[in-house]
């Protein structure tokens, strides 16, 4: 990573990102289920399958609304049939369904406290050789698609001072190879959570962003059915054998060895009703996903630091931590 000239107020937001993420492990415990609580409503996207089924599921059986936003007929049936759940065909890229989503929140008469930005997409490809065509599919899914549901569904969540929830991911944190067009997107929720959290803080919306690790879901999925829509091929590629691996790692039967995204939802549920929500939640199913997004926070920090004007050194850098630490 090259280094970058900053001031010491860009550092020491560095430090208070690794402290946020360091206090995972204690910061926050699952809900209760709030039975003295009246019934308050929660749009879901990407509700169908994977992290956004499970986000629904765990909502609906504590006895909360949700309304599950999904693509076809097929899985809007599939949510209609579960309790406290109604669907609602949604597709974030499609202006038409979300206002008509709106409309539909809105004749429901039960308000709306909460919105989960969930769904999403990814693409994996060299960033050198990815098609501009897949680039903009990912952005428009993953980035544009959170802006369009949030914009539209403010005034409700507004009116109910209410929360906002985005699922990031760890690749927020951590870019590898390959992983470009998709990290891009998350890297991008990052900054949108930041911005969007102090500008809903004087209107009582609070806002947070979750960031999973790796968890079943019906990603590997989606990310094979779509290069072989597009006929795409490793061969003739810079990076042939190593991008070959990575496909054959996304087949299905590499999928199950990963843990269904339980922990998930209960970050979900807990920054949307719990009185005092984190804005980051570190989301990982092993240790060494969760030290390496951290190891990885920190390293910012000291490129963003090294050789610049206003360079802190060691003992400056770590009263700093401490500080983030405290707060």
Known sequence: MPSLTVST?????????????????????????QTSEPQKAVLVTGASSGIGRAITERLASKGHFVYAGARTAEDLRALDA????QGVRLDVTKPAEIDAAVETVRRGGRGLHGVVNNAGVAILAPLIET??????????????????IVK????????????????????????????GPYAMSKHAMEGFADALAAEMAGLGVKVSIVEPGRYRSSMSANVMQRWREKN????G?????????????????????????VEVAEAVEHALFDPAPKLRYLVAPTAAQTHAAVRRAIERAVEL??????ALDRAALIAMLDAAIAR
């Open 9 to 33: 107020g860009v550092v020491r937001a560095a430090f208070t990102t690794v402290a946020t993420l360091a206090a995972v492990a204690t910061g926050w415990k699952p809900l209760l289920a």
């Open 82 to 85: 579960i309790p406290n759940v």
């Open 131 to 148: 098609d501009e065509s897949d680039l903009a599919f990912q952005l428009d899914v993953n980035v544009f698609g959170p802006f369009r």
């Open 152 to 179: 539209a569904f403010a005034p409700l969540v507004i009116e109910s001072r209410g929360r906002i929830t985005t699922i990031g991911s760890i690749n927020g944190i951590v870019a590898g190879p390959f992983s």
């Open 232 to 235: 795409r091929s490793t061969v």
């Open 237 to 261: 590629s810079r990076f042939e054998a190593q991008y070959r691996r990575l496909l054959t790692s996304f087949g299905p039967e590499n999928e199950s060895r990963y843990p269904e995204p």
């Open 305 to 310: 630091n090294e050789r610049q004007q206003f």
